[in-house]
């Protein structure tokens, strides 16, 4: 099979012959349906967003609850309360920024899917 060293023209002969495969392949290949899926880099920043939003929500629940509690003398009762409106907050944009993912890796909004 083989017959030894090539010259210039024999190397520049299989390179053709290489490239034309490439192409046919190229245009054989399976090509990718919607956006490409999300880098690591970016779903790890996607998921300290998310942290840090829920734990902004749980922060301000409690700066406005002590605050409260600390004009009205109501020492624990407001902070309690606005501790667990603040994690419903932060809980309810976990869930938008999760929506944003669905879409980001290639899923319509249900919107779109109604026209």
Same mark, same amino acid.
């Given at each position: 099979?083989? *017959?030894?060293? @090539?010259? *210039?023209?024999?190397?520049?002969?299989?390179?053709?012959?290489?490239?034309?495969?490439? %192409?046919?392949?190229?245009?054989?290949?399976?090509?990718?349906?919607?956006?490409?899926?999300?880098?690591?880099?970016? @779903?790890?920043? /996607?998921?300290?967003?998310?942290?840090? $939003?829920?734990?902004?929500? /749980?922060? &301000?629940?409690? &700066? #406005?609850?002590?605050? /409260?509690?600390?004009?009205?003398?109501?020492?624990?009762? /407001?902070?309690? #309360?606005?501790?667990?409106?603040?994690? %419903? %907050?932060? #809980?309810?944009?976990?869930?938008?920024? %999760?929506? $944003? &993912?669905?879409?980001?890796?290639?899923?319509?909004? $249900?919107? *779109?899917?109604?026209?």
């Amino acid at each position: 099979m083989a *017959d030894g060293p @090539q010259g *210039d023209a024999g190397r520049a002969k299989d390179e053709a012959r290489l490239r034309a495969l490439e %192409a046919k392949l190229a245009l054989k290949a399976p090509k990718p349906k919607g956006p490409n899926p999300m880098g690591k880099y970016e @779903q790890a920043n /996607l998921a300290w967003r998310m942290v840090i $939003e829920l734990v902004a929500g /749980l922060g &301000l629940g409690f &700066l #406005i609850g002590y605050g /409260l509690d600390y004009l009205l003398g109501t020492t624990p009762l /407001l902070m309690v #309360i606005f501790i667990f409106l603040g994690l %419903a %907050a932060g #809980i309810k944009s976990l869930m938008r920024t %999760a929506s $944003e &993912l669905d879409r980001k890796s290639g899923d319509r909004p $249900e919107s *779109d899917e109604r026209d």
